[in-house]
């Protein structure tokens, strides 16, 4: 059998992408421009490994799968290593895999996506003020709260995973 042969037999037949609902970007151009200046604002003074961090872990708790594309792309490309992107979402149990003030992050990214009692715990936030400095808690904030409004926007209208090359919307 020839290689031309062999690769089309080994050829995998994925679901077809779904289509967007719609380009809000398109469509609501001032906010889009003010949403990336948000974010812009927001990364300033934090480590970029961590940013991409929280991105990832906010994006698996909204599932909103063109975000964990964009953002595991930009974590590797910021050096972060696949083992700790793959152990993201079960932190809890791969805990070694991180350092106190990431777990702190991860932690109150967690408390701020999901407010399923309606606050963040003082203990979580807490935990986090005691690994950063008040500015720098501030800007996790912000961070947290920009990636939670991008994954409204990408899952609510659908956008489609998999297109995106690090550094693409900087």
């Not at 970007?25 to 200046?37: G, L, S």
């Not at 599932?63 to 590797?76: E, I, Y």
């Not at 350092?99 to 606050?119: N, P, R, S």
């Amino acid at each position: 059998m020839s290689t031309a042969q062999n690769t089309a037999q080994d050829t995998v037949e994925y679901a077809p992408e779904h289509t967007p609902r719609l380009n809000w970007a398109e469509h609501a151009p001032d906010v889009y421009k003010a949403m990336i200046r948000l974010e812009t604002a927001a990364r300033q003074g934090l480590d970029p490994k961590l940013y991409e961090l929280v991105k990832i872990r906010a994006s698996q708790l909204n599932h909103c799968a063109f975000c964990l594309d964009m953002h595991t792309k930009d974590a590797l490309a910021a050096g972060e290593s696949v083992e700790r992107i793959m152990q993201l979402s079960a932190w809890e149990e791969s805990r070694h895999f991180y350092t106190a003030k990431e777990l702190a992050a991860i932690e109150l990214t967690e408390a701020v996506t999901v407010l399923t009692d309606g606050f963040v715990p003082d203990e979580v936030y807490a935990k986090a003020a005691g690994h950063f400095e008040e500015a720098e808690l501030a800007q996790l904030l912000a961070a947290i709260t920009v990636i939670n409004a991008w994954n409204r926007f990408g899952v609510s209208t659908r956008m489609v995973p998999g297109h995106y090359q690090p550094g693409q919307y900087k």
